[in-house]
């Protein structure tokens, strides 16, 4: 199970900090993703972090603004995403892949959390 947090409204220019708590099983040895959603969108690729954090990847939109990191003792991966923008609005979901892929496509992910809300105003 992935449990995500920290999502909430900002203003354009602030920051927020998304935490993904999963249980042990789905955590270890896995690659982890952010991916978010927005109305009338499909889910997009925002970062992704291999099980010993030696590969990372973002999407463009985020490169310089977003950090993707992971705590593998504490079974989380965080999302700090600064300079926030309005179209970074969006339900912010995380991902499990069993695999230690990264792959920026969704279809790879064994597993899913529900989501947390991001809405950024300008």
């Known amino acids: 199970q992935l449990v995500e947090s920290g999502g909430g409204l900002v203003q354009a220019g602030g920051s927020l900090r998304l935490s993904c708590t999963a249980s042990?099983?789905?955590?270890?040895?896995?690659?982890m993703a952010w991916f978010r959603q927005a109305p009338g969108k499909e889910r997009e690729f925002v970062a992704g972090?291999?099980?010993?954090?030696?590969?990372?990847y973002y999407a463009d939109s985020v490169k310089g603004r977003f950090t993707i990191s992971r705590d593998n003792a504490k079974n989380t991966v965080y999302l700090q995403m600064n300079n926030l923008k309005p179209e970074d609005t969006a339900v912010y979901y995380c991902?499990?892949?069993?695999?230690?892929?990264?792959?920026?496509?969704?279809?790879?992910?064994?597993?899913w959390g529900q989501g947390t809300q991001v809405t950024v105003s300008s």
């Open positions: 042990g099983r789905i955590l270890s040895g896995n690659a």
């Open positions: 972090i291999s099980w010993a954090g030696r590969t990372i």
């Open positions: 991902a499990a892949d069993s695999s230690n892929r990264v792959a920026t496509i969704p279809q790879p992910y064994d597993y």
